[in-house]
């Protein structure tokens, strides 16, 4: 018999396939229902418009009564997004995550936070800093990193 976090994932994995979010692609591991590979189309009107950023979410056995773990395989130059994939999002913090959480929430949460980065709560204090004193240059670089490392 399945344990409540397989049922809850495959669900979770049906919900998505069965109404797919706009620019964004899901797919279990084939050998492990627990780990899935994400891939983010860049949003438009961003930075990041023109890459596809890969992301894998692993899902612990006490999930969904604990957040998966997420983790951009992309490099990406963004303030919520540290050199090793971390991403700092407050939903996905242990004190803030609540079991009723859909992962196409967290997925599209983690859309939104690519399109409007939130410089308040920083991984990286220095591309923070860069994003809200010289946008235009923050901008630049994450384009570049964008045609480097997610094309």
Not at 36 to 47: C, D, F, L, Y
């Amino acid at each position: 018999m399945a344990s409540t976090s397989t049922r809850r994932i495959q669900k979770e994995l049906s919900d998505l396939m069965n109404s797919p979010l706009p620019g964004i692609q899901v797919q279990p591991d084939e050998d492990n229902l627990q780990i899935w590979r994400i891939i983010i189309n860049g949003p438009s009107n961003t930075p990041y418009h023109k890459g596809k950023f890969q992301l894998t979410a692993d899902f612990s056995k006490e999930y969904p009564f604990k957040p998966p773990t997420l983790l951009f395989k992309t490099k990406m130059y963004h303030p919520n997004v540290d050199s090793d994939g971390n991403l700092c999002i407050g939903l996905l913090k242990t004190e803030n995550w609540k079991p009723a959480t859909k992962m196409s929430g967290v997925i599209q949460a983690i859309y939104d936070l690519i399109e409007n980065p939130n410089p308040d709560d920083p991984l990286v204090s220095s591309i923070a800093e860069q994003y809200t004193s010289d946008k235009k240059g923050f901008e630049k670089k994450a384009a570049e990193y964008t045609s480097k490392y997610a094309t």
